[in-house]
């Protein structure tokens, strides 16, 4: 009995140094796409003379649309041939080569392509490593392996930007290239990381469809993080963007807004999500997202006023970011059966996939015919008739009757 115990603690040990592996690689990858943010102006707008914001705005979504696509196969494709290691090799390894084809083009057109094509190989690595984490977890350590894969996928969020306009204070292409290095460096490590010995299937994504037949409920956190992840990618397009237009900010500073931003939105992760199990989902949800749509439009009014103003609005804005995600992601496993939490969550994520394609097309887009001020405006009022949608919805539920 003894000696079970001592290789049952031993089992957990190892596996817990294993988790922690899985996110310093998927904090690597991850860092890879963010630090490239920061300087898109320079990269894009000056590089590429000509192009309207647009356009321009196209250079996200084609990394979104990759990860809407490659995020449904990623799953698939390791299910269908039982092994883990060789796709993260497979991610990484290509995900170097189209860092380094964007930073030789010479035509918009290819760079768009080579930037699906990243995004797609770069969702590869992260996907299957959080695949390898479930792999690795039971009923009774999931949340706990998940919570701590979480905050490395969280923390690449903030650290991404800020490391990106110091880098590309150096040179345009030097965040670039430290994504290759990055990469380079999950690369070798996967080599020797250790297989699965139990491979767990994903669900196939007619389940994922078909789930909000069987549970209908499934479509408000779904419209949650659809208008979250719209808002998401809105912002990291268009607030750089402004900080060069408006305000005339570099790179570093840039990267440093966006940083403050993504920083309560990590910090208030597990906080929020304890106080939502005690006091229910959608009182923060609701708040949050009145609050989200209030300070988007405030904005439009005073986000010119100057950068200490801008960042106050923005910290703001980061800290209704992490009211509203914890409490939707919990609603996943309060409707769904346990057995059925990986489907719902392929669904929310799905949704949020299709909301963060569209949230740069709409800035691109506003700015292009309009401005800055009149994109923000647009931006919280989606958020507001998206909360009035909703509560209907919740209360054709009886959820707030």
């Given at each position: 009995m003894v000696k079970?115990l001592e290789e049952d603690?031993l089992?957990?040990?190892?596996n817990?140094k294993?988790?922690?592996l ?8 991850i860092?890879?796409v ?18 309207t914001l647009?356009?321009t ?15 449904i196969?990623a ?19 290509c995900?170097i080569i189209?860092?380094w ?13 080579f930037?699906?094509?990243q995004g797609?190989?770069?969702?590869l ?5 959080m695949?390898?984490?479930?792999d690795?977890?039971?009923?009774e350590?999931?949340?706990k392996n998940?919570?701590?894969f979480?905050?490395?996928l ?7 930007p800020?490391?990106g306009?110091l880098?590309a204070?150096l040179?345009?292409f030097i965040p670039?290239y430290?994504a ?6 999950v690369?070798?490590?996967t ?6 010995k ?7 994504f007619k389940?994922?469809?078909?789930s909000?037949q069987?549970?209908?409920k499934?479509i408000?956190?779904?419209l949650?993080?659809f ?19 408006i305000?005339y ?7 440093m807004v966006l ?7 990590i910090?208030l992760?597990?906080?929020i999500?304890r106080?939502?199990d005690?006091?229910?989902r ?14 988007l439009?405030?904005?439009a009014?005073f986000?010119?006023?100057?950068i ?10 980061g800290v209704?970011?992490?009211i509203t995600?914890?409490p939707?992601?919990?609603l996943i496993g309060?409707i769904?059966n346990k057995?059925e ?27 292009t015919?309009?401005n800055?001020?009149l994109?923000?405006l647009?931006?919280g009022?989606i ?9 209907l919805i919740?209360f054709?539920?009886k959820e707030?009757?």
């Open positions: 079970t603690n089992i957990k040990s190892e817990s294993n988790i922690v899985l996110g310093i690689l998927a904090l690597l990858t860092i890879s963010s630090i490239l943010h920061a300087n898109e102006y320079e990269f894009i707008v000056i590089r590429f003379y000509g192009l647009f356009e705005s196209l250079f996200d979504s084609m990394l979104y649309m990759s990860y809407l696509i490659m995020g196969s799953g698939i494709l390791s299910d269908r041939f039982g092994k883990r290691k060789i796709f993260i090799i497979i991610g990484s390894g995900s189209f860092f084809l964007m930073t030789i083009t010479l035509e918009f057109g290819f760079l768009l392509i930037r699906f094509f797609a190989f770069t969702v690595s992260w996907q299957v490593l695949t390898i984490v479930l690795l977890s039971t009923s350590n999931r949340g998940m919570g701590v979480g905050i490395f969280a923390s690449a969020m903030g650290v991404g800020v490391l306009g880098f204070n040179g345009v670039y430290a290759m290095i990055f990469n380079g460096i690369f070798l490590a080599l020797f990381l250790m297989e699965p139990q491979i767990k299937k994903n669900p196939s389940k994922i469809l078909t909000i069987r549970h209908p499934l408000i956190p779904g949650f993080n208008v979250d992840r719209l808002h998401m990618g809105f912002i990291i397009f268009i607030l750089p963007m402004y900080l060069q237009f305000l900010k570099g790179p570093e500073l840039r990267g940083g403050l931003y993504a920083l309560p939105l910090l992760q597990y906080p999500g106080l939502s005690k006091f229910g959608y009182k923060p949800l609701i708040i949050g997202s009145l609050g989200y749509g209030i300070i439009i405030s904005i009014f986000g010119s006023y100057g200490l103003m801008l960042i106050i609005l923005f910290i703001i804005l209704l970011a992490g995600t914890p939707a992601m919990a309060d769904v057995e939490n990986a489907i719902g969550m392929g669904f929310f994520n799905f949704v949020g996939n299709v909301g963060i394609i569209i949230g740069p097309l709409i800035a691109g887009y506003i700015i015919i309009s800055f001020d994109a923000f647009i931006a009022l958020e507001l008739i998206s909360l009035g949608v909703i509560l919740l054709k539920f707030l009757s």
